[in-house]
Nanobody, 123 residues
Framework: QVQLVESGGGLVQPGGSLRLSCAASGFTLDYYAIGWFRQAPGKEREGVSC????????YYTESVKGRFTISRDNAKNTVSLQMNSLKPEDTAVYYCAADGQSCNSPPNDYDYWGQGTQVTVSS
């Protein structure tokens, strides 16, 4: 069964850190571009970061540059998102998704999606 499962979300104080993990089963992640997206209540889904399958290039939305880092662990078939210096505006459900083409694909074209993990940044 093809599946993506996110983990690592939780409640953290402003300025804190979390590490999200996206684990795949039924397929090999290193053949796919992997994106992290988030959706806050009442807001549209937003692309946060992506790592390409071809050369490992990474991309970040402006608001998380310098704070978030995306990385692959091909041996574990996982992709992680290290989130530092978290802010209340980072509060959202975070999803990982896999695309067989590239990080430039529209979100609706991604092949597989996880179920999401809640990140809450609050004091």
């Amino acid at each position: 069964q093809v599946q993506l499962v996110e983990s690592g979300g939780g409640l953290v104080q402003p300025g804190g850190s979390l590490r999200l993990s996206c684990a795949a089963s039924g397929f090999t992640l290193d053949y796919y571009a992997i994106g992290w997206f988030r959706q806050a209540p009442g807001k549209e889904r937003e692309g946060v970061s992506c790592i390409s399958s071809s050369d490992g290039s990474t991309y970040y939305t402006e608001s998380v540059k310098g704070r978030f880092t995306i990385s692959r662990d091909n041996a574990k078939n996982t992709v992680s998102l290290q989130m530092n210096s978290l802010k209340p505006e980072d509060t959202a459900v975070y999803y990982c998704a896999a695309d067989g083409q590239s990080c430039n694909s529209p979100p609706n074209d991604y092949d597989y999606w996880g179920q999401g993990t809640q990140v809450t940044v609050s004091s």
